[in-house]
């Protein structure tokens, strides 16, 4: 069984970091692309950061780069999202996504930058 754990939300006031990670388990985490994506209140589901199967490309929404930084350690299974220079925009539940020939997803994680 398909197992995406998020970990690392919280509160941070506005500049602040968080990292973000992704426990994997239950398919094999090399073959597949992961992914973060955001929903905040209101708005659709929107992709933030996507790192290819073997951590080699990485792609990132116009609104985070620069900030955001997405990173795999297929040894651990395991995917993150180092978030630096967090602005209020950026509060949301933040989602895990692996993808290859299924796509799997996680149960998320908040994220709320506040002062």
């Known amino acids: 069984q398909a197992l995406l754990v998020e970990s690392g939300g919280g509160l941070v006031q506005p500049g602040g970091s968080l990292r973000l990670s992704c426990a994997a388990s239950?398919?094999?985490?090399?073959?597949?692309?992961m992914s973060w994506h955001r929903q905040a209140p209101g708005k659709e589901r929107e992709l933030v950061a996507h790192?290819?199967?073997?951590?080699?490309?990485?792609n990132y929404a116009d609104s985070v780069k620069g900030r955001f930084t997405i990173s795999r350690d297929n040894a651990k299974n395991t995917v993150y999202l180092q978030m630096n220079s967090l602005k209020p925009e950026d509060t949301a539940v933040y989602y895990c996504?692996?993808?290859?020939?299924?796509?799997?997803w996680g149960q998320g994680t908040q994220v709320t930058v506040s002062s």
């Open positions: 996504n692996a993808a290859w020939n299924r796509s799997y």
């Open positions: 790192i290819s199967s073997t951590g080699g490309r990485t």
């Open positions: 239950g398919f094999t985490f090399n073959y597949f692309a």
